[in-house]
């Protein structure tokens, strides 16, 4: 069970962004993002949107830093990545967007 960080390279919001995954269970995924203070709207529903300037707390709290192409490969492996179409539709849900 590992908490994965990637680089922050998708700008938004004044700032760069990584993804912080679980290669394991969402639960462990929301216990690390709880811990850390990483408020839960920062959830897309497989990972958490996380700015550029928590990335080295988060790698001392226990995140391994990765490539943005292994953390996919890592996540696509546990099972639990979703995917763009899975995404979409979840959006068009009453209440999701």
């Not at 679980?22 to 709880?34: G, I, K, N, T, Y």
């Not at 707390?57 to 192409?69: D, F, N, Q, R, T």
Request: charged residues 25%; proline residues 7%.
């Amino acid at each position: 069970m590992t908490i994965l960080i990637d680089d922050p390279m998708w700008p938004n919001h004044g700032t760069f962004w990584a993804h912080l995954v679980s290669d394991s269970s969402l639960r462990e995924l929301h216990e690390f993002a709880a811990a850390n203070r990483i408020p839960r709207r920062g959830f897309d529903l497989d990972h958490y949107d996380v700015p550029m300037d928590s990335r080295a707390a988060l790698i001392a709290a226990g995140a391994e830093p990765v490539s943005p192409k292994e953390l996919t490969r890592r996540l696509i492996a546990s099972g639990l990545r979703v995917t763009e179409r899975e995404r979409r539709a979840a959006r068009a849900l009453p209440g999701t967007a």
